[in-house]
């Protein structure tokens, strides 16, 4: 099996010296580390483990399974044993997904370059692989798993047991006539390329190749003019069929002879069907392609919950890499909780519960080192301040010290906005969102005065008298238009503060100066100025109502919700919130329940225009498969533009009796085939999958609804379907489609296997739609008739429940969606 990837494989000393193996210790937690013989196989692509070297391997990972490779100073825990292992020894393997990294230490520096160097240069190559190199890369994975003896060759016995790691169920008899067809060489095994003949064997695609002589007149080929008939009249591409039936050809046709002479084989065809112009996903769709000057309350914002937070809400482990993790993935709102911590360093984590801590300065460092890897739009700290006020002081100083250029610390012209600033205004700015001692107009004009200030200052010396006086007056408000004095106030404490106004706590307002200083209800800390001042653009403040927001608060300042709060108030007041959300941030967040660090569906909450929905990103499941599929588009920057509608302060749009103006739309899904469905539980050998098709729309309420196919008995690698299923959407602005895949349990729930999710408005258009798909599930011939506006033929590459590709896992479909609803005169 060498031999698929021989001749591309970037070889070099490095990789050629993780061939023979190299013995490092695998390192788990402070107590957990223990030696391991690694060796990276002669495939180039696969790597093994062993307790010792010539022991018993088992696979450990593959090349495409990682992201990164890190040296040893950016680990929490190797840094933890700096003492005991040299950091230059150590090196972090960082899977995609949410697979745990991989710590390990070598037992020299040189060692670990060798591997940290060599991985990353595999880890290049595989990036750059095209669609030919990945699928023999996935082969070769194959290969290995089949090849129980590694002896570099597939007997019988293998491929049998290979056939059902692959989730195909075969006659044995056919099976061996396939297996000795392909074995040209007579040696009774199969090697390198004869592997890949058999492969072929196997995946032939019946339904592709009745499509492909639809429209071939001779059907081994597609001429130019075929080609053009086949984009123009099935996949709609209009006028530009020409041009790109050329590009198609010049891009997906595998022989020299082809592209010269403008045609395209089934090979060809096949290719350009399972790549990204085939994807169901619109290309044009997945480089920014929004308005990003618009304020930034016309935009939903990915937002991080308790950020820190890699486990539970109640045990688990506080660490960067929660920060590391969400700022690649695209969130641009995370959340920081900030406690009083020893040495007067301000510490991280989830308060009065078990979770582990971390430096504050660390949580910036890392903010600082990662915010913009991913995108360049803005990356908001939503702080959660529990400090004193010396270690706010210390806070501030750690947020413009470490932060420098990228924190934004006034306006941006340094004039009063009237409106907030857009996406594009403030690429690669860290904005501070927090509870703030004074509005922003205040802070301008304090601005203008302050050598007139410290001048004064620097005069007053007797301090005591200046302090009862400051306590004797009544504390500031929260916002200085709030008419609301029955609420908590925060307080600035002055600039020439002893160390007992530095505990005190405030309360109710009182104009007795002692029931400052020893209160007997709840309270708050006071506001350290210097943090206060951080805060420019997004001023925490608390929720009233609707009307009190809309008459006491400004644009600049945004209110939190919890899930329960938020929905109780989309049923009472939904248009009122829409309207609320078109001028002013809100942030959602998780309610305190979930100390399992499960998620809410963000979609209601999206319904009503709430920018900032915070989720708990290191739980995988259905919620975070909606908040994905929403920022996969738009270059995946964190930010997508609010629909019209959501962003008109007027708007009489309620989410929940969602009526006209909007464009009301029927989808035909026809569920065609799949392809290579991966096994949930690779070690039943030999359980094979029985899998359905379930697709989901999420949306406004009388817009969210499901259908799925029938199953499929024991074929998870080429199923056919081919079952039509038919939904009616009021508003498909709002509207999310998701594609699952299960396997069929008739005793309990479906396991999942590989799921898609994107947004309704960013499907690939094109295609008519096939006559059957007027009828409801049924097996269907594949002759286009009637026509129809959008999409067309369509493969959809399913992901992992972490959402990692699963590659080369799709299933094919043929989509139309016609305006207006199903029977209407439109």
Same mark, same amino acid.
């Given at each position: 099996?060498?031999?698929?990837?021989?001749?591309?494989?970037?070889?070099?000393?490095?990789?050629?010296?993780?061939?023979?193996?190299?013995?490092?210790?695998?390192?788990?937690?402070?107590?957990?580390?223990?030696?391991?013989?690694?060796?990276?196989?002669?495939?180039?692509?696969?790597?093994?483990?062993? *307790?010792?070297?010539?022991?018993?391997?088992?696979?450990?990972?593959?090349?495409?399974?990682?992201?990164?490779?890190?040296?040893?100073?950016?680990?929490?825990?190797?840094?933890?044993? /700096?003492?005991?292992?040299?950091?230059?020894?150590?090196?972090?393997?960082?899977?995609?997904?949410?697979?745990?990294?991989?710590?390990?230490?070598?037992?020299?520096?040189?060692?670990?370059?060798?591997?940290?160097?060599?991985?990353?240069?595999?880890?290049?190559?595989?990036?750059?692989?095209?669609?030919?190199?990945?699928?023999?890369?996935? @082969?070769?994975?194959?290969?290995?798993?089949?090849?129980?003896?590694?002896?570099?060759?597939?007997?019988?016995?293998?491929?049998?047991?290979?056939?059902?790691?692959?989730?195909?169920?075969?006659?044995?008899?056919?099976?061996?006539?396939?297996?000795? /067809?392909?074995?040209?060489?007579?040696?009774?095994?199969?090697?390198?390329?004869?592997?890949?003949?058999?492969?072929?064997?196997?995946?032939?695609?019946?339904?592709?190749?009745?499509?492909?002589?639809?429209?071939?007149?001779?059907?081994?080929?597609?001429?130019?003019?075929?080609?053009?008939?086949?984009?123009?009249?099935?996949?709609?591409?209009?006028? *530009?069929?020409?041009?790109?039936?050329?590009?198609?050809?010049?891009?997906?046709?595998?022989?020299?002879?082809?592209?010269?002479?403008?045609?395209?084989?089934?090979?060809?065809?096949?290719?350009?069907?399972?790549?990204?112009?085939?994807?169901?996903?619109?290309?044009?769709?997945?480089?920014?392609?929004?308005?990003?000057?618009?304020?930034?309350?016309?935009?939903?914002?990915?937002?991080?919950?308790?950020?820190?937070?890699?486990?539970?809400?109640?045990?688990?482990?506080?660490?960067?890499?929660?920060?590391?993790?969400?700022?690649? *993935?695209?969130?641009?709102?995370?959340?920081?909780?900030?406690?009083?911590?020893?040495?007067?360093?301000?510490?991280?984590?989830?308060?009065?519960?078990?979770?582990?801590?971390?430096?504050?300065?660390?949580?910036?460092?890392?903010?600082?080192?990662?915010?913009?890897?991913?995108?360049?739009?803005?990356?908001?700290?939503?702080?959660?301040?529990?400090?004193?006020?010396?270690?706010?002081?210390?806070?501030?100083?750690?947020?413009?010290?470490?932060?420098?250029?990228?924190?934004?610390?006034?306006?941006?012209?340094?004039?009063?906005?009237?409106?907030?600033?857009?996406?594009?205004?403030?690429?690669?700015?860290?904005?501070?969102?927090?509870?703030?001692?004074?509005?922003?107009?205040?802070?301008?004009?304090?601005?203008?005065?302050?050598?007139?200030?410290?001048?004064?200052?620097?005069?007053?010396?007797?301090?005591?008298?200046?302090?009862?006086?400051?306590?004797?007056?009544?504390?500031?408000?929260?916002?200085?238009?709030?008419?609301?004095?029955?609420?908590?106030?925060?307080?600035?404490? =002055? =600039?020439?503060?002893?160390?007992?106004?530095?505990?005190?706590?405030?309360?109710?307002?009182?104009?007795?100066?002692?029931?400052?200083?020893?209160?007997?209800?709840?309270?708050?800390?006071?506001?350290?100025?210097?943090?206060?001042?951080?805060?420019?653009?997004?001023?925490?403040?608390?929720?009233?109502?609707?009307?009190?927001?809309?008459?006491?608060?400004?644009?600049?300042?945004?209110?939190?919700?919890?899930?329960?709060?938020?929905?109780?108030?989309?049923?009472?007041?939904?248009?009122?919130?829409?309207?609320?959300?078109?001028?002013?941030?809100?942030?959602?967040?998780?309610?305190?329940?979930?100390?399992?660090?499960?998620?809410?569906? =963000?979609?209601?909450?999206?319904?009503?225009?709430?920018?900032?929905?915070?989720?708990?990103?290191?739980?995988?499941?259905?919620?975070?498969?909606?908040?994905?599929?929403?920022?996969?588009?738009?270059?995946?920057?964190?930010?997508?533009?609010?629909?019209?509608?959501? *962003?008109?302060?007027?708007?009489?749009?309620?989410?929940?009796?969602?009526?006209?103006?909007?464009?009301?739309?029927?989808?035909?899904?026809?569920?065609?085939?799949?392809?290579?469905?991966?096994?949930?539980?690779?070690?039943?050998?030999?359980?094979?999958?029985?899998?359905?098709?379930?697709?989901?729309?999420?949306?406004?309420?009388?817009?969210?609804?499901?259908?799925?196919?029938?199953?499929?008995?024991?074929?998870?690698?080429?199923?056919?379907?081919?079952?039509?299923?038919?939904?009616?959407?009021?508003?498909?602005?709002?509207?999310?489609?998701?594609?699952?895949?299960?396997?069929?349990?008739?005793?309990?729930?479906?396991?999942?296997?590989?799921?898609?999710?994107?947004?309704?408005?960013?499907?690939?258009?094109?295609?008519?739609?096939?006559?059957?798909?007027?009828?409801?599930?049924?097996?269907?011939?594949? @002759?286009?008739?009637?026509?129809?506006?959008?999409?067309?033929?369509?493969?959809?590459?399913?992901?992992?429940?972490?959402?990692?590709?699963?590659? =080369?896992?799709?299933?094919?479909?043929?989509?139309?969606?016609?305006?207006?609803?199903?029977?209407?005169?439109?």
């Amino acid at each position: 099996m060498v031999s698929l990837m021989q001749g591309r494989l970037p070889i070099n000393q490095d990789v050629l010296l993780m061939q023979k193996g190299m013995l490092v210790r695998k390192v788990r937690s402070k107590s957990w580390k223990k030696l391991r013989y690694f060796r990276l196989q002669d495939d180039g692509m696969t790597v093994w483990h062993a *307790r010792q070297a010539g022991g018993k391997a088992k696979p450990s990972f593959s090349i495409s399974d990682v992201e990164t490779v890190r040296e040893g100073h950016e680990s929490e825990l190797l840094r933890s044993l /700096a003492e005991e292992f040299p950091l230059e020894q150590g090196f972090t393997i960082v899977f995609h997904g949410r697979r745990s990294n991989l710590d390990l230490v070598a037992n020299s520096v040189e060692e670990a370059q060798i591997w940290m160097q060599g991985l990353q240069h595999l880890v290049d190559f595989v990036t750059s692989m095209d669609q030919k190199e990945r699928l023999d890369q996935w @082969l070769s994975d194959w290969f290995q798993r089949g090849d129980k003896n590694q002896d570099g060759r597939m007997s019988f016995p293998e491929v049998q047991r290979l056939l059902h790691l692959m989730n195909v169920e075969m006659d044995q008899e056919y099976a061996l006539q396939l297996f000795q /067809a392909a074995d040209t060489s007579q040696s009774g095994t199969l090697e390198g390329e004869e592997f890949v003949e058999f492969y072929k064997a196997l995946t032939k695609r019946p339904e592709v190749q009745e499509v492909f002589e639809n429209f071939s007149a001779d059907g081994q080929k597609l001429t130019l003019l075929e080609f053009v008939d086949f984009l123009r009249e099935e996949q709609k591409e209009g006028e *530009r069929a020409s041009d790109l039936a050329l590009e198609l050809i010049n891009r997906y046709e595998p022989s020299d002879s082809g592209k010269v002479r403008h045609v395209l084989s089934l090979d060809g065809f096949l290719s350009y069907l399972c790549s990204k112009d085939g994807d169901v996903f619109n290309p044009a769709c997945l480089p920014i392609y929004q308005d990003m000057t618009q304020p930034l309350n016309h935009y939903y914002i990915n937002s991080s919950h308790n950020t820190y937070l890699v486990g539970d809400q109640l045990c688990g482990q506080s660490s960067v890499e929660g920060y590391i993790r969400a700022l690649k *993935r695209g969130c641009r709102c995370v959340e920081v909780d900030i406690w009083d911590g020893p040495s007067g360093e301000p510490i991280v984590y989830h308060g009065h519960t078990l979770t582990s801590r971390i430096p504050f300065k660390d949580v910036v460092a890392t903010v600082a080192q990662y915010a913009f890897q991913t995108s360049d739009y803005p990356v908001i700290l939503s702080l959660e301040n529990h400090c004193t006020w010396e270690q706010q002081q210390v806070m501030a100083l750690h947020l413009t010290e470490i932060l420098g250029e990228q924190l934004l610390s006034t306006t941006l012209d340094g004039l009063l906005p009237t409106q907030l600033p857009s996406p594009e205004e403030l690429r690669r700015k860290i904005l501070v969102k927090g509870k703030k001692i004074q509005t922003l107009e205040e802070d301008l004009e304090e601005e203008e005065e302050e050598e007139v200030l410290e001048s004064q200052l620097e005069g007053e010396q007797e301090a005591k008298p200046e302090l009862e006086a400051q306590f004797e007056s009544e504390p500031q408000e929260l916002s200085p238009r709030s008419k609301d004095k029955k609420k908590d106030k925060v307080v600035m404490c =002055p =600039p020439f503060c002893t160390p007992i106004c530095c505990q005190i706590m405030v309360q109710a307002p009182s104009s007795k100066p002692e029931s400052l200083l020893f209160p007997k209800q709840k309270s708050k800390p006071i506001m350290c100025p210097s943090l206060s001042a951080l805060v420019v653009y997004l001023k925490a403040v608390s929720f009233h109502s609707f009307t009190h927001s809309r008459e006491h608060y400004r644009f600049y300042e945004t209110s939190s919700f919890s899930e329960t709060k938020a929905k109780s108030l989309i049923k009472e007041a939904g248009n009122a919130f829409v309207q609320h959300n078109a001028w002013q941030l809100s942030r959602v967040y998780p309610s305190g329940l979930r100390t399992d660090s499960s998620n809410y569906n =963000p979609q209601e909450l999206w319904n009503a225009g709430c920018q900032m929905v915070a989720m708990n990103v290191q739980t995988a499941g259905l919620e975070m498969d909606i908040c994905d599929g929403l920022f996969r588009q738009n270059g995946g920057c964190g930010y997508v533009l609010k629909p019209d509608f959501l *962003r008109d302060i007027q708007s009489s749009f309620h989410p929940e009796r969602p009526i006209s103006p909007f464009k009301a739309q029927t989808l035909l899904i026809q569920v065609i085939s799949g392809q290579q469905l991966p096994k949930e539980d690779m070690t039943k050998e030999r359980s094979i999958v029985d899998p359905l098709v379930r697709v989901e729309i999420f949306g406004v309420r009388p817009d969210t609804t499901r259908q799925e196919t029938s199953y499929v008995e024991n074929n998870g690698f080429n199923p056919y379907w081919g079952q039509t299923l038919c939904f009616r959407v009021l508003v498909p602005e709002l509207a999310l489609l998701r594609f699952v895949v299960n396997d069929y349990n008739w005793k309990t729930r479906h396991d999942f296997i590989g799921q898609y999710t994107l947004p309704w408005t960013c499907m690939q258009q094109g295609g008519p739609v096939p006559q059957t798909l007027a009828s409801s599930p049924a097996p269907a011939p594949f @002759l286009m008739l009637s026509s129809c506006p959008f999409l067309g033929y369509r493969h959809i590459h399913l992901l992992s429940k972490d959402g990692t590709s699963l590659h =080369p896992a799709t299933i094919f479909v043929h989509i139309c969606i016609r305006e207006g609803l199903e029977g209407d005169e439109s």
